[in-house]
């Protein structure tokens, strides 16, 4: 049985894709802050804040002394919107944190992993905020951005080790997160896009799915769900 690990797996997208895997037969390990209340004989909770390294390195020691790890998927994220001008540091230093310094240290501690088995798939959550340069996002846009900038590197360094690194980038999905946000501005997002009627969950996890039931997919890509002009 396959063995994943979900960042940010106590809801919203991240509990969707953890669901989803479980029923593709997956055995699954939840990495987040907050409580989780999946319940399945093949699902794993483990408290672990992705910005603190130590907190991932001891999470990944746990479930690497079961076993090997084939799938990491880093969704963990924070957004904040903000204009340029008007960003508090504090938040532009909480955003990198947890979006670009939270996927650096699980690609680090499970990559290391990866190398010694030879073989692993990692798929970092971007958004379409980088390549439309979305104003009002410029803190989160940024720390995406060293997400994508990564994500290249990392399956350059790492692709002669059998390993892929891939990342996917979603516009508005149909969460507690973005519920948060004005429909106004939702809706002008998703017109950019060319999806006018949004993006459910179940739309999103099946987009991300590719990565792992399509392995033919080259490493280093970046792929947005959206038509992007």
């Not at 408290?47 to 390195?57: K, L, N, P, T, Y």
């Not at 990944?60 to 998927?73: E, N």
């Not at 508090?88 to 290391?112: D, F, S």
């Not at 690194?165 to 998703?190: M, Q, S």
Request: hydrophobic share 50%.
């Amino acid at each position: 049985m396959p063995v994943a690990i979900i960042t940010g797996s106590s809801r919203g997208l991240g509990r969707a894709l953890a669901e989803s895997l479980l029923a593709d037969g997956w055995t699954v390990h939840g990495f987040a802050r907050s409580p989780q209340s999946l319940v399945h004989p093949h699902f794993q909770a483990h408290a672990v804040d992705v910005g603190i390294e130590a907190s991932v390195q001891a999470a990944v020691a746990t479930v690497l002394a079961a076993g090997r790890i084939d799938l990491l998927i880093n969704n963990a994220g924070a957004a904040s919107m903000n204009a340029l001008l008007l960003t508090p540091a504090a938040t532009a230093e909480a955003l990198m944190r947890v979006n670009y310094l939270g996927t650096l240290h699980c690609l680090q501690a499970v990559g290391k992993a990866m190398v010694r088995q030879r073989a692993g798939l990692v798929v970092n959550l971007t958004t379409v905020a980088v390549p439309l340069s979305l104003a009002g996002e410029a803190a989160y846009v940024a720390s995406k951005a060293a997400v994508e900038a990564l994500t290249k590197v990392a399956a350059t360094e790492l692709q002669s080790y059998g390993i892929r690194v891939n990342a996917v980038g979603l516009g508005p999905v149909d969460t507690d997160l973005t519920r948060a946000v004005g429909a106004d501005k939702l809706h002008t997002l998703n017109q950019r896009i060319g999806r006018p009627q949004g993006t459910t969950l179940a739309e999103a996890v099946d987009f991300i799915a590719q990565e792992w039931r399509a392995p033919s997919l080259a490493t280093g890509s970046i792929r947005y769900l959206g038509q992007l002009n």
